[in-house]
Protein backbone atom coordinates (compact mmCIF):
# COMPACT_ATOMS: atom_id res chain seq x y z
CA UNK A 1 0.00 0.00 0.00
CA UNK A 2 3.19 2.44 0.51
CA UNK A 3 5.02 3.80 -2.23
CA UNK A 4 8.92 3.85 -2.33
CA UNK A 5 9.60 7.60 -1.60
CA UNK A 6 6.79 8.02 0.98
CA UNK A 7 8.62 8.38 4.48
CA UNK A 8 8.87 6.76 7.63
CA UNK A 9 6.99 8.63 9.87
CA UNK A 10 3.75 8.96 6.76
CA UNK A 11 4.35 5.33 6.44
CA UNK A 12 3.46 4.92 10.21
CA UNK A 13 0.52 7.22 10.06
CA UNK A 14 -1.21 5.22 7.12
CA UNK A 15 -0.64 2.24 8.77
CA UNK A 16 -2.54 3.70 12.01
CA UNK A 17 -5.41 5.42 9.72
CA UNK A 18 -5.44 2.53 7.76
CA UNK A 19 -6.20 0.26 10.47
CA UNK A 20 -8.54 2.09 12.82
CA UNK A 21 -10.59 3.81 9.21
CA UNK A 22 -10.71 0.56 7.16
CA UNK A 23 -11.53 -1.75 10.13
CA UNK A 24 -14.67 0.32 11.61
CA UNK A 25 -16.17 1.69 8.01
CA UNK A 26 -15.30 -2.19 6.58
CA UNK A 27 -17.38 -3.85 9.51
CA UNK A 28 -20.08 -1.55 9.52
CA UNK A 29 -21.27 -2.27 5.86
CA UNK A 30 -23.67 -4.11 4.28
CA UNK A 31 -24.35 -7.39 6.05
CA UNK A 32 -27.91 -5.88 7.41
CA UNK A 33 -28.70 -5.08 3.26
CA UNK A 34 -27.89 -8.29 2.14
CA UNK A 35 -29.93 -10.40 4.65
CA UNK A 36 -33.77 -9.66 3.15
CA UNK A 37 -32.09 -11.36 -0.29
CA UNK A 38 -31.19 -14.40 1.28
CA UNK A 39 -33.92 -15.12 3.98
CA UNK A 40 -35.94 -14.32 0.85
CA UNK A 41 -34.52 -17.26 -1.03
CA UNK A 42 -34.77 -19.40 2.31
CA UNK A 43 -38.23 -19.21 3.32
CA UNK A 44 -39.36 -15.91 3.77
CA UNK A 45 -41.44 -15.99 0.83
CA UNK A 46 -43.47 -18.80 2.09
CA UNK A 47 -44.43 -18.12 5.65
CA UNK A 48 -45.35 -14.85 4.89
CA UNK A 49 -47.11 -15.68 2.06
CA UNK A 50 -45.52 -12.97 -0.66
CA UNK A 51 -46.80 -12.80 -4.11
CA UNK A 52 -45.95 -11.02 -7.42
CA UNK A 53 -43.57 -7.95 -6.91
CA UNK A 54 -43.66 -7.74 -3.57
CA UNK A 55 -40.19 -8.64 -2.44
CA UNK A 56 -38.80 -5.64 -4.47
CA UNK A 57 -41.45 -2.87 -3.57
CA UNK A 58 -39.60 -4.23 0.00
CA UNK A 59 -36.45 -3.19 -1.42
CA UNK A 60 -38.21 0.20 -2.93
CA UNK A 61 -39.47 1.10 0.25
CA UNK A 62 -35.80 0.86 1.75
CA UNK A 63 -34.17 2.82 -1.06
CA UNK A 64 -36.76 5.68 -1.30
CA UNK A 65 -35.72 6.05 2.75
CA UNK A 66 -32.05 5.64 1.28
CA UNK A 67 -32.48 8.47 -1.27
CA UNK A 68 -34.16 10.78 1.16
CA UNK A 69 -30.93 10.74 3.34
CA UNK A 70 -27.97 10.94 0.97
CA UNK A 71 -27.16 14.28 0.59
CA UNK A 72 -28.06 15.09 4.82
CA UNK A 73 -26.29 12.53 5.97
CA UNK A 74 -23.12 13.62 3.99
CA UNK A 75 -23.22 17.26 5.11
CA UNK A 76 -24.45 16.47 8.27
CA UNK A 77 -20.51 15.01 8.20
CA UNK A 78 -19.43 18.44 7.82
CA UNK A 79 -20.90 19.80 10.61
CA UNK A 80 -21.09 16.67 13.30
CA UNK A 81 -18.25 14.78 13.89
CA UNK A 82 -18.76 11.51 11.71
CA UNK A 83 -17.71 9.91 15.20
CA UNK A 84 -20.67 9.93 16.61
CA UNK A 85 -22.71 10.36 13.83
CA UNK A 86 -21.78 7.34 11.85
CA UNK A 87 -21.90 4.73 14.97
CA UNK A 88 -25.13 6.21 15.77
CA UNK A 89 -26.68 5.82 12.56
CA UNK A 90 -25.30 2.26 12.64
CA UNK A 91 -27.28 1.61 15.70
CA UNK A 92 -30.62 3.10 14.59
CA UNK A 93 -30.36 0.91 11.49
CA UNK A 94 -29.40 -2.48 13.42
CA UNK A 95 -32.63 -2.35 16.18
CA UNK A 96 -35.29 -0.67 13.72
CA UNK A 97 -37.37 -2.44 11.92
CA UNK A 98 -39.12 0.12 9.09
CA UNK A 99 -37.67 -0.40 5.84
CA UNK A 100 -37.82 3.01 4.46
CA UNK A 101 -36.20 4.44 8.37
CA UNK A 102 -33.60 1.73 7.60
CA UNK A 103 -32.30 3.13 4.26
CA UNK A 104 -32.52 6.87 5.88
CA UNK A 105 -30.00 6.42 8.41
CA UNK A 106 -28.13 3.69 6.44
CA UNK A 107 -27.39 6.25 3.94
CA UNK A 108 -25.04 7.39 5.62
CA UNK A 109 -22.81 4.69 5.62
CA UNK A 110 -21.67 4.28 2.30
CA UNK A 111 -20.96 7.40 0.89
CA UNK A 112 -19.90 8.52 4.17
CA UNK A 113 -17.08 6.56 4.20
CA UNK A 114 -16.28 7.36 0.77
CA UNK A 115 -16.52 11.05 1.86
CA UNK A 116 -13.76 10.33 4.81
CA UNK A 117 -11.42 8.46 2.38
CA UNK A 118 -10.84 11.59 0.19
CA UNK A 119 -10.40 13.69 3.46
CA UNK A 120 -7.69 11.29 4.57
CA UNK A 121 -5.90 9.96 1.59
CA UNK A 122 -4.37 11.28 -1.93
CA UNK A 123 -5.21 10.27 -4.88
CA UNK A 124 -3.11 7.86 -5.64
CA UNK A 125 -3.90 6.29 -2.28
CA UNK A 126 -7.74 6.35 -2.58
CA UNK A 127 -8.26 3.28 -5.32
CA UNK A 128 -6.80 0.84 -2.82
CA UNK A 129 -8.75 2.02 0.25
CA UNK A 130 -12.09 2.07 -1.68
CA UNK A 131 -11.47 -0.99 -3.30
CA UNK A 132 -11.11 -2.72 0.62
CA UNK A 133 -14.07 -1.23 1.49
CA UNK A 134 -16.05 -1.79 -1.44
CA UNK A 135 -15.12 -5.40 -1.10
CA UNK A 136 -15.77 -5.73 2.73
CA UNK A 137 -19.28 -5.00 1.32
CA UNK A 138 -18.96 -8.02 -0.63
CA UNK A 139 -17.19 -10.09 2.39
CA UNK A 140 -20.77 -9.03 4.24
CA UNK A 141 -23.21 -10.40 1.16
CA UNK A 142 -20.33 -13.60 1.36
CA UNK A 143 -20.66 -14.07 4.55
CA UNK A 144 -24.26 -13.24 5.14
CA UNK A 145 -24.81 -15.98 2.32
CA UNK A 146 -22.77 -18.86 4.65
CA UNK A 147 -24.83 -17.19 7.35
CA UNK A 148 -28.17 -17.77 6.32
CA UNK A 149 -26.99 -21.33 5.21
CA UNK A 150 -25.57 -22.29 8.85
CA UNK A 151 -28.30 -20.74 10.70
CA UNK A 152 -31.40 -22.36 8.88
CA UNK A 153 -29.21 -25.61 9.03
CA UNK A 154 -28.57 -25.24 12.93
CA UNK A 155 -31.92 -22.89 14.34
CA UNK A 156 -34.51 -23.66 11.77
CA UNK A 157 -37.21 -23.59 14.30
CA UNK A 158 -35.46 -23.20 17.34
CA UNK A 159 -37.56 -21.42 20.20
CA UNK A 160 -40.39 -21.38 17.62
CA UNK A 161 -38.31 -19.32 15.03
CA UNK A 162 -37.69 -19.97 11.25
CA UNK A 163 -34.37 -19.85 10.44
CA UNK A 164 -34.58 -16.73 8.07
CA UNK A 165 -35.77 -14.91 10.67
CA UNK A 166 -33.00 -15.70 13.01
CA UNK A 167 -30.60 -14.01 10.56
CA UNK A 168 -32.23 -10.76 11.01
CA UNK A 169 -31.64 -11.18 15.14
CA UNK A 170 -28.09 -12.30 14.90
CA UNK A 171 -27.45 -9.11 12.43
CA UNK A 172 -28.72 -7.28 14.51
CA UNK A 173 -26.78 -8.35 17.73
CA UNK A 174 -23.09 -7.90 15.31
CA UNK A 175 -24.10 -4.26 14.59
CA UNK A 176 -24.23 -2.99 18.56
CA UNK A 177 -20.26 -3.70 19.14
CA UNK A 178 -19.07 -2.78 15.84
CA UNK A 179 -20.67 0.35 17.21
CA UNK A 180 -19.75 1.24 19.99
CA UNK A 181 -15.40 0.14 18.12
CA UNK A 182 -16.33 3.25 16.56
CA UNK A 183 -17.57 5.47 18.79
CA UNK A 184 -13.87 4.82 20.40
CA UNK A 185 -11.12 4.60 17.51
CA UNK A 186 -12.58 6.47 14.50
CA UNK A 187 -10.54 9.12 13.73
CA UNK A 188 -13.01 11.92 12.39
CA UNK A 189 -11.16 14.12 9.42
CA UNK A 190 -7.59 15.22 9.45
CA UNK A 191 -8.63 18.77 10.47
CA UNK A 192 -10.27 18.06 13.45
CA UNK A 193 -9.29 14.37 14.43
CA UNK A 194 -8.38 13.79 18.40
CA UNK A 195 -8.17 10.28 18.04
CA UNK A 196 -5.88 8.75 21.31
CA UNK A 197 -3.68 6.89 18.95
CA UNK A 198 -2.10 9.84 16.58
CA UNK A 199 0.11 11.38 18.42
CA UNK A 200 0.44 15.76 17.92
CA UNK A 201 3.13 15.43 15.30
CA UNK A 202 1.18 12.73 13.18
CA UNK A 203 -2.10 14.98 13.27
CA UNK A 204 -0.29 17.82 11.49
CA UNK A 205 1.06 15.46 9.29
CA UNK A 206 -1.97 14.22 8.65
CA UNK A 207 -2.90 17.77 7.00
CA UNK A 208 0.40 18.77 5.78
CA UNK A 209 0.77 15.57 3.76
CA UNK A 210 -2.49 16.21 1.58
CA UNK A 211 -0.76 19.91 0.47
CA UNK A 212 2.21 18.17 -1.22
CA UNK A 213 0.39 15.49 -3.88
CA UNK A 214 0.11 16.07 -8.02
CA UNK A 215 -3.22 17.01 -7.06
CA UNK A 216 -4.68 19.60 -4.40
CA UNK A 217 -6.52 17.81 -1.97
CA UNK A 218 -9.47 18.55 -0.41
CA UNK A 219 -9.83 21.06 2.53
CA UNK A 220 -11.93 21.47 5.43
CA UNK A 221 -13.81 24.97 4.40
CA UNK A 222 -16.13 26.10 6.44
CA UNK A 223 -19.79 25.66 5.36
CA UNK A 224 -20.98 27.99 2.90
CA UNK A 225 -24.43 29.07 1.63
CA UNK A 226 -22.76 29.52 -1.84
CA UNK A 227 -22.46 25.44 -2.01
CA UNK A 228 -25.51 24.92 -4.17
CA UNK A 229 -24.21 27.18 -7.14
CA UNK A 230 -21.11 26.19 -6.77
CA UNK A 231 -21.94 22.93 -7.48
CA UNK A 232 -24.40 23.28 -10.41
CA UNK A 233 -22.31 25.77 -11.62
CA UNK A 234 -19.56 22.76 -13.08
CA UNK A 235 -19.62 19.98 -15.11
CA UNK A 236 -18.75 17.70 -11.86
CA UNK A 237 -21.72 17.12 -10.14
CA UNK A 238 -23.92 16.37 -13.45
CA UNK A 239 -21.09 13.72 -14.97
CA UNK A 240 -19.75 11.87 -11.81
CA UNK A 241 -23.92 11.70 -10.59
CA UNK A 242 -24.48 10.10 -14.64
CA UNK A 243 -21.68 8.20 -14.49
CA UNK A 244 -22.61 6.03 -11.60
CA UNK A 245 -26.35 6.47 -11.82
CA UNK A 246 -26.03 4.82 -15.19
CA UNK A 247 -22.76 2.22 -14.06
CA UNK A 248 -24.33 1.37 -10.61
CA UNK A 249 -26.87 -0.77 -12.64
CA UNK A 250 -24.25 -3.44 -13.49
CA UNK A 251 -24.70 -4.51 -10.20
CA UNK A 252 -28.26 -5.38 -10.62
CA UNK A 253 -26.96 -9.23 -11.10
CA UNK A 254 -25.79 -9.12 -7.12
CA UNK A 255 -28.48 -6.51 -5.48
CA UNK A 256 -30.95 -8.31 -6.79
CA UNK A 257 -29.68 -11.85 -6.46
CA UNK A 258 -30.40 -12.96 -9.70
CA UNK A 259 -28.77 -16.33 -9.32
CA UNK A 260 -30.23 -16.99 -6.18
CA UNK A 261 -33.89 -16.54 -7.83
CA UNK A 262 -32.64 -18.42 -10.92
CA UNK A 263 -31.28 -21.23 -8.69
CA UNK A 264 -34.95 -21.31 -6.61
CA UNK A 265 -37.26 -20.95 -9.86
CA UNK A 266 -34.69 -23.52 -12.13
CA UNK A 267 -37.16 -25.72 -14.31
CA UNK A 268 -35.54 -29.16 -14.11
CA UNK A 269 -33.61 -29.09 -11.21
CA UNK A 270 -34.34 -28.66 -7.58
CA UNK A 271 -31.50 -26.43 -5.46
CA UNK A 272 -32.18 -27.62 -1.14
CA UNK A 273 -31.95 -24.15 0.65
CA UNK A 274 -28.29 -24.63 1.23
CA UNK A 275 -27.21 -24.63 -1.97
CA UNK A 276 -29.30 -21.61 -3.14
CA UNK A 277 -27.65 -19.69 -0.50
CA UNK A 278 -24.26 -21.01 -0.72
CA UNK A 279 -23.43 -21.15 -4.90
CA UNK A 280 -23.78 -17.76 -5.96
CA UNK A 281 -21.10 -16.82 -3.53
CA UNK A 282 -19.09 -17.49 -6.49
CA UNK A 283 -20.03 -14.25 -8.22
CA UNK A 284 -18.88 -12.72 -4.98
CA UNK A 285 -15.67 -14.04 -4.62
CA UNK A 286 -14.98 -12.89 -8.64
CA UNK A 287 -15.78 -9.74 -7.22
CA UNK A 288 -13.80 -9.64 -4.45
CA UNK A 289 -10.95 -10.44 -6.61
CA UNK A 290 -11.66 -8.04 -9.77
CA UNK A 291 -12.53 -5.07 -7.12
CA UNK A 292 -9.35 -5.01 -5.56
CA UNK A 293 -6.75 -5.95 -8.72
CA UNK A 294 -8.00 -3.32 -10.55
CA UNK A 295 -8.62 -0.79 -7.73
CA UNK A 296 -4.51 -1.40 -6.35
CA UNK A 297 -3.59 -0.97 -10.70
CA UNK A 298 -5.60 2.16 -10.84
CA UNK A 299 -3.76 3.69 -8.16
CA UNK A 300 -0.71 2.60 -9.54
CA UNK A 301 -1.36 4.37 -12.69
CA UNK A 302 -4.06 7.16 -11.59
CA UNK A 303 -6.07 6.32 -14.52
CA UNK A 304 -9.64 4.82 -13.97
CA UNK A 305 -11.65 4.54 -16.95
CA UNK A 306 -10.47 1.25 -17.76
CA UNK A 307 -12.17 -0.24 -15.02
CA UNK A 308 -15.29 0.62 -16.63
CA UNK A 309 -14.75 -0.72 -19.62
CA UNK A 310 -13.54 -4.21 -18.38
CA UNK A 311 -16.71 -4.38 -16.58
CA UNK A 312 -19.07 -3.10 -18.86
CA UNK A 313 -17.55 -6.06 -21.31
CA UNK A 314 -17.84 -8.63 -19.06
CA UNK A 315 -21.70 -7.81 -18.30
CA UNK A 316 -22.18 -7.64 -21.92
CA UNK A 317 -21.01 -11.54 -21.98
CA UNK A 318 -23.31 -12.17 -18.66
CA UNK A 319 -26.23 -11.16 -20.46
CA UNK A 320 -25.90 -12.75 -23.78
CA UNK A 321 -25.09 -15.97 -22.10
CA UNK A 322 -27.92 -15.91 -20.22
CA UNK A 323 -30.19 -14.84 -23.19
CA UNK A 324 -29.51 -17.62 -24.69
CA UNK A 325 -31.43 -20.36 -22.54
CA UNK A 326 -31.24 -23.34 -24.51
CA UNK A 327 -27.18 -22.85 -23.40
CA UNK A 328 -26.08 -25.82 -20.14
CA UNK A 329 -26.01 -24.86 -17.15
CA UNK A 330 -22.82 -24.45 -16.81
CA UNK A 331 -22.11 -21.28 -18.75
CA UNK A 332 -25.15 -20.24 -16.97
CA UNK A 333 -23.09 -20.62 -13.85
CA UNK A 334 -20.14 -18.75 -15.64
CA UNK A 335 -22.30 -15.70 -16.43
CA UNK A 336 -23.32 -15.31 -12.98
CA UNK A 337 -20.17 -15.37 -11.67
CA UNK A 338 -18.59 -13.39 -14.45
CA UNK A 339 -20.95 -10.64 -13.84
CA UNK A 340 -19.18 -10.51 -10.20
CA UNK A 341 -16.67 -8.21 -11.92
CA UNK A 342 -19.40 -5.02 -11.94
CA UNK A 343 -18.33 -4.32 -8.96
CA UNK A 344 -14.92 -3.37 -9.40
CA UNK A 345 -16.43 -0.41 -11.05
CA UNK A 346 -18.13 1.13 -7.65
CA UNK A 347 -14.55 1.70 -6.19
CA UNK A 348 -12.92 3.24 -9.02
CA UNK A 349 -16.15 5.29 -9.88
CA UNK A 350 -16.20 6.62 -6.19
CA UNK A 351 -12.04 6.81 -6.30
CA UNK A 352 -12.51 9.22 -9.08
CA UNK A 353 -14.79 11.06 -8.44
CA UNK A 354 -12.61 12.35 -5.21
CA UNK A 355 -9.89 12.99 -7.18
CA UNK A 356 -12.40 15.00 -10.13
CA UNK A 357 -13.09 16.76 -6.51
CA UNK A 358 -10.22 17.34 -4.21
CA UNK A 359 -10.18 21.27 -4.11
CA UNK A 360 -13.13 21.82 -2.85
CA UNK A 361 -14.56 19.95 0.45
CA UNK A 362 -17.84 20.38 0.48
CA UNK A 363 -18.66 19.72 -3.28
CA UNK A 364 -17.20 16.72 -2.92
CA UNK A 365 -19.46 15.70 -0.23
CA UNK A 366 -22.71 16.61 -2.15
CA UNK A 367 -21.27 14.68 -5.27
CA UNK A 368 -20.87 11.60 -3.53
CA UNK A 369 -23.81 11.81 -2.22
CA UNK A 370 -25.70 12.61 -5.56
CA UNK A 371 -24.41 10.09 -6.90
CA UNK A 372 -25.21 7.46 -5.05
CA UNK A 373 -28.44 9.13 -4.77
CA UNK A 374 -29.13 9.08 -8.19
CA UNK A 375 -28.49 5.54 -8.64
CA UNK A 376 -30.98 4.72 -5.94
CA UNK A 377 -33.53 6.91 -7.40
CA UNK A 378 -32.89 4.58 -10.53
CA UNK A 379 -33.14 1.43 -8.43
CA UNK A 380 -36.56 2.36 -7.19
CA UNK A 381 -37.94 1.60 -10.28
CA UNK A 382 -35.95 -0.80 -12.07
CA UNK A 383 -35.73 -4.05 -10.59
CA UNK A 384 -39.83 -3.46 -10.52
CA UNK A 385 -39.54 -3.04 -14.62
CA UNK A 386 -36.59 -5.07 -15.30
CA UNK A 387 -36.22 -7.93 -12.65
CA UNK A 388 -39.79 -8.69 -11.34
CA UNK A 389 -39.11 -11.88 -9.23
CA UNK A 390 -42.05 -13.25 -11.58
CA UNK A 391 -39.69 -13.53 -14.23
CA UNK A 392 -36.92 -15.49 -13.08
CA UNK A 393 -35.40 -17.89 -13.99
CA UNK A 394 -34.84 -16.04 -17.39
CA UNK A 395 -34.91 -12.47 -16.33
CA UNK A 396 -35.30 -12.05 -20.42
CA UNK A 397 -36.19 -7.91 -20.02
CA UNK A 398 -33.22 -7.33 -17.58
CA UNK A 399 -30.78 -8.96 -19.73
CA UNK A 400 -31.92 -6.46 -22.63
CA UNK A 401 -31.55 -3.87 -19.77
CA UNK A 402 -28.79 -4.95 -19.06
CA UNK A 403 -26.65 -5.40 -22.59
CA UNK A 404 -28.26 -1.67 -23.22
CA UNK A 405 -26.77 0.08 -19.22
CA UNK A 406 -23.21 -1.38 -20.46
CA UNK A 407 -23.54 0.79 -23.87
CA UNK A 408 -24.20 3.43 -21.64
CA UNK A 409 -22.07 3.10 -19.10
CA UNK A 410 -19.22 3.37 -22.19
CA UNK A 411 -20.97 6.47 -23.54
CA UNK A 412 -20.59 7.66 -19.63
CA UNK A 413 -17.44 6.76 -19.11
CA UNK A 414 -15.75 8.38 -22.04
CA UNK A 415 -17.65 11.70 -21.63
CA UNK A 416 -16.16 12.21 -17.98
CA UNK A 417 -12.58 11.15 -18.95
CA UNK A 418 -12.95 13.95 -21.90
CA UNK A 419 -14.65 16.93 -19.50
CA UNK A 420 -11.89 16.02 -16.78
CA UNK A 421 -9.17 16.21 -19.26
CA UNK A 422 -10.46 19.64 -20.35
CA UNK A 423 -10.58 20.51 -16.66
CA UNK A 424 -6.93 19.75 -16.35
CA UNK A 425 -6.14 21.18 -19.70
CA UNK A 426 -7.58 24.74 -18.83
CA UNK A 427 -6.38 24.38 -15.48
CA UNK A 428 -9.94 25.83 -14.00
CA UNK A 429 -10.66 24.53 -9.63
CA UNK A 430 -12.11 26.17 -7.11
CA UNK A 431 -8.87 27.74 -5.41
CA UNK A 432 -8.15 29.13 -9.30
CA UNK A 433 -11.67 30.92 -9.25
CA UNK A 434 -10.91 32.09 -6.00
CA UNK A 435 -7.09 33.25 -6.82
CA UNK A 436 -8.58 35.04 -9.99
CA UNK A 437 -11.11 36.76 -7.90
CA UNK A 438 -8.08 38.25 -5.66
CA UNK A 439 -6.36 39.08 -8.34
CA UNK A 440 -8.72 41.04 -9.81
CA UNK A 441 -9.62 43.28 -6.80
CA UNK A 442 -5.80 43.82 -6.52
CA UNK A 443 -5.87 45.35 -9.98
CA UNK A 444 -8.50 47.52 -8.50
CA UNK A 445 -6.28 48.25 -5.69
CA UNK A 446 -3.30 48.82 -7.89
CA UNK A 447 -5.11 51.28 -10.10
Excluded at 100 to 124: A, C, D, N, R
Excluded at 180 to 206: H, K, M, S
Aim: charged letters at 15%; a neutral charge.
Amino acid sequence: MFSTTTAKAERRLLLKIDWFILSYCCLMVHLDRSNINNAYVSGMKEELSMQGTEFNKINTIFTCGYIVGMIPNNLILQVVSPRIWLPTMQIVWGIYGIRFVQGMVESSTFVGTHYILGSWYKPGELGKRSGIFTSSGLVGTLFSGVLQAAVYKHLNGHAGRSGWRWLFIVDGIITLPIALYGYLVFPDVPAITNAFYLTDEERRLAVKRLETDDFEVSRSNPFSLNLAKRVLSRWRWYGCSLLFAISGETESFGTNNLMGQYLKAHPTHTYTVEQIDFYPSGATAFAILSTLICATWTDHTRIRWPVLVYMSVCVLISSVCILVWNSPTGLKFFAYYLAGASYAGQATTFAWANQICADDDQERGVVLASMNMWNNVINAWWPLVFYPATDAPRFTKGMYAMIGVAIATLAATALVWALERRERGTGTSLHDEKDGKEGARQEVVDI
